[in-house]
Nanobody, 122 residues
């Protein structure tokens, strides 16, 4: 499963960005999908995830009410709508996928990762 993120960029505090993740060879409908981020040398932090079958969505406390994870099954894409951005949202954002139905924000549960896209909020 090859994942490719897009949509990163620079934005001012309070602005919005929409990230997108697509797979070149899988439609991702049977995967749990997550967005993670990393700032500088820190560990990757789970931001949002959507479970297999879309019955479960989870968000990090720091982004609740501001970020929305969206799976488009017809396109086979995963988006992250980010509103009211803050400087602490700055980082490299990664899309990740796993077949594990009990997926959480544990990095080790995900065995497919994108290359990341940079988000800078100033």
């Amino acid at each position: 499963v090859q994942l490719v993120e897009s949509g990163g960029g620079s934005v001012q505090t309070g602005g919005s960005l929409r990230l997108s993740c697509a797979s070149k060879n899988y439609r991702l409908t049977t995967y749990c999908l997550g967005w993670f981020r990393r700032d500088s040398g820190d560990e990757r932090e789970g931001v949002a995830l959507i479970g297999v079958g879309d019955g479960r969505r989870e968000y990090a406390n720091s982004v609740k009410g501001r970020f929305t994870i969206i799976r488009d099954s017809t396109k086979g894409t995963l988006d992250l709508q980010m509103n009211t951005l803050k400087p602490e949202d700055t980082g490299t954002y990664y899309c990740a996928a796993t077949k594990w139905v009990g997926c959480s924000f544990q990095e080790r549960e995900y065995n497919h990762w994108g290359q990341g896209t940079q988000v800078t909020v100033s």
